[in-house]
């Protein structure tokens, strides 16, 4: 049996590395936000000759410097008619005039309708809410978890050490965006926020099931030592949160090398975040639980204290004693 719960400064250490990493990446350079978090300009496209698929479509914008577009094959709920919807960085008359006459060139008369701006507050919103989305999924995750262990003493406990694993999982995926933006120029789109979401989920259930095993093993009594059952607990599920894991990235894996440019960007912030959460689970969330059991945040507190705040010396009849 690996005895996990040994090691877990080394977690932290490698943890606080790869954070570190993406948070001095988002200082100095940000994220690489894609149309989707930026102001730009709208337009659906009709064909009436012909059918052009949505990669014959951004050939023809690459070669008026649009082809980092986003395209939408979507049809027309009044007319039946088939339509495209198109988004590019904010253009001006004669930049629409030129797109135009471009898909005239090359699939037949088209037909614009709808050219609309989208301005910078409206992209703002996106981005608002958007964390307004995770705030609120974060929220009702840490009041499940604490009702649900509500029969274990001190049950915030594993509410909270989930959610810390939720944020170090997040931080890690923004991070590696954050570098991979500057280092390959990969965007942050809508799809993005998605994954965001979607990876709170595939996270916390990992969690919770390393979670699950240890309240099994405090009621039925497997040691009187906390990191004991801890460290029992993670070696029992550990098996089937690989296997979880490894399956899940084979699937990923195929969809990211032949899903397409549409849904990469998903799926590879999909991959980041199922590492990332089966690494929390164990090394992470778990490991939290015993250093919180056993003071170790409350004597760093008093250490960190002690550093800044310094007690006054004693005074005794108006004199320094």
């Not at 082809?67 to 039946?80: E, P």
């Not at 990876?199 to 497997?222: A, H, M, P, Q």
């Not at 089966?278 to 002690?306: D, N, P």
Request: charged share 15%.
């Amino acid at each position: 049996m690996f005895n996990f719960v040994k090691k877990r400064k080394w977690y932290f250490a490698i943890s606080g590395i790869v954070l570190l990493a993406g948070i001095v990446s988002l200082s100095v350079n940000g994220l690489n936000l894609g149309l989707d978090f930026a102001p730009g300009s709208t337009m659906d496209v009709y064909f009436t000759q012909s059918n052009p698929t949505e990669t014959q479509l951004r050939v023809e914008l690459d070669t008026v410097g649009h082809g980092d577009a986003k395209i939408q094959h979507a049809v027309d709920s009044s007319t039946g008619d088939d339509y495209y919807y198109i988004r590019t960085r904010e253009i001006d008359l004669s930049e629409k005039n030129a797109i135009e006459d471009t898909l005239e060139t090359a699939f037949g008369p088209a037909d614009i309708k709808n050219f609309e701006y989208i301005s910078p507050e409206v992209a703002a919103e996106v981005v608002r809410n958007a964390g307004y989305a995770v705030l609120a999924a974060v929220v009702g995750i840490l009041l499940y978890i604490t009702w649900a262990f509500r029969k274990l003493p001190k049950p915030f406990h594993y509410g909270v050490c989930a959610i810390i694993a939720l944020f170090h999982d997040m931080l890690v995926m923004i991070g590696v965006f954050s570098i991979l933006g500057w280092l390959a120029n990969i965007e942050v789109n809508s799809m993005f926020i998605i994954a965001a979401l979607t990876i709170l989920g595939y996270s916390v259930n990992d969690t919770i099931v390393v979670f699950d095993r240890i309240r099994e093993n405090l009621l039925r009594g497997v040691s009187k030592d906390f990191a004991t059952t801890v460290n029992i607990s993670i070696n029992e599920s550990l098996g089937r949160s690989v296997a979880t894991s490894i399956t899940t990235l084979l699937v990923l894996l195929a969809l990211y090398l032949f899903g397409g440019a549409t849904i990469s960007t998903f799926i590879l912030a999909l991959i980041i975040g199922v590492i990332s959460g089966t690494y929390s689970s164990i090394c992470i969330a778990s490991q939290m639980l015993v250093s919180w059991e056993e003071g170790t945040f409350g004597r760093m507190y008093r250490k960190i204290k002690g550093l800044f705040i310094r007690e006054a010396p004693a005074v005794i009849g108006g004199e320094d004693r």
